[in-house]
């Protein structure tokens, strides 16, 4: 008897581009309770695939798969972190800005690549509710606070009609009703989005909406459709603190980032952001005044970058401290995101930093 064929439906990873390839791997993907169950009664399966994870399906002996999905039905995943070093090189913000971070397909046009779109969950709350003193604006405090961006349109009232929603406000749980024309006493409910909980030791979830249509594209492919969850990098200013002797004009030093290709520069770092922190100390730079206590009868410069930079891996081989014409230092490291620190002259941006030495032997 000849082994069950599969093929392929669809491919998903996760980009990053901290990491040198633009994929990260320090996360996966797994199926939850629900998505396990759903595609072992379709004949589905889900196994990592290269550099991401890959969806196939079961075909019978004509070639056909054994799945059929005429209407949409959701399968339901989990973002988790592999290496706890994941939030050095990623930005981790937008996930914590949504109460139930989820990235999903629904709504997303299939595409090379297909990204996915990141949004909320949402539960619903319902609270039971009695006029007091009916009026064009009586107001109630709810049990539970509104999902963030809620509108009165957003509220559901039962029976339909006996109250009509007048404002509410999801910051401080209150909601004002028109209620003239009822009596005291009258009962009413409100339904209403409220932020779901988050699940635990998950960074975000995942949800891919499959039906006989993206069935049907993604076994007619090949490579099959490529969905992608983009995970961005920490973003701030670049910074270079310069140790070194007291001889010298200040004005002779610069980090230029110069290719010999010609390329514009990836990194510009400007006269407006060279600072010689020996004669004009900032108070509001801990990491200076910490160099500054530990090389006394040094000169400390600061560096700071034009714009706003977003971390990688890989280094800015053509980034370069120059004395004049003359190059000091080859290929400067990369500041790395496991230094960062919050100055004034920067704000509201980070910088992540890198300590440079020239001095005299």
């Known amino acids: 008897m000849s082994s069950m064929r599969s093929a392929a439906i669809l491919d998903l990873r996760v980009t990053n581009p901290y990491y040198a390839d633009g994929l990260s791997d320090d996360v996966v993907i797994e199926p939850g309770e629900q998505a396990v169950a759903a595609m072992r009664s ?52 937008p996930l914590s800005a949504l109460p139930a971070p989820v990235f999903t397909n629904v709504g997303v046009v299939v595409e090379t690549p297909a990204v996915l779109r990141l949004t909320t969950r ?71 989005p409220v932020p779901r909980p ?3 030791n998950a960074l975000a979830e995942v949800e891919m909406a499959l039906d006989d249509g993206l069935l049907k594209v993604g076994l007619s492919a090949n490579p099959p459709p490529r969905f992608e969850i983009r995970l961005g990098s920490p973003v701030g200013r670049w910074v270079y ?76 081989r053509t980034l370069g401290l120059y004395a004049g014409e003359t190059r000091l230092i080859d290929s400067l490291p990369n500041p790395s995101p496991r230094r960062s620190a919050l100055l004034p002259a920067a704000a509201p941006s980070p910088v992540f930093y890198a300590v440079l030495t020239v001095v005299a032997s």
């Not at 056909?64 to 592999?82: E, G, H, M, V």
């Open 42 to 93: 379709l004949r589905l399966h889900w196994k990592a695939f290269g550099s991401g994870y890959r969806m196939l399906a079961t075909l019978d002996g004509k070639g056909k798969p054994f799945a059929s999905i005429p209407q949409p039905r959701t399968f339901d995943f989990l973002l988790r972190a592999r290496n706890p070093d994941l939030v050095w090189g990623t930005d981790l913000a």
């Open 122 to 192: 949402t539960a619903q709350a319902t609270a039971v509710l009695t006029v007091v003193a009916p009026g064009e604006r009586e107001a109630f405090v709810l049990a539970q606070r509104p999902l963030s961006g809620t509108g009165a349109g957003a509220v559901t009232v039962e029976p339909a009609g006996v109250v009509a929603v007048a404002a509410l406000d999801p910051a401080n749980g209150w909601v004002t009703v028109d209620s003239r024309g009822r009596q005291p006493g009258d009962r009413f409910s409100l339904t209403y």
């Open 198 to 200: 988050r699940l635990p």
């Open 241 to 316: 603190y310069l140790v070194a002797d007291q001889a010298g004009p200040t004005g002779a030093l610069r980090i230029v980032d110069a290719d010999p290709s010609g390329a514009p520069a990836r990194v510009r770092f400007s006269d407006a952001g060279r600072t010689d922190l020996s004669a004009q100390p900032d108070a509001g730079d801990r990491v200076a005044a910490d160099l500054a206590e530990r090389n006394p009868g040094r000169r400390i410069l600061r560096f700071m970058s034009d714009a706003v930079v977003a971390c990688r891996q890989a280094p800015v």
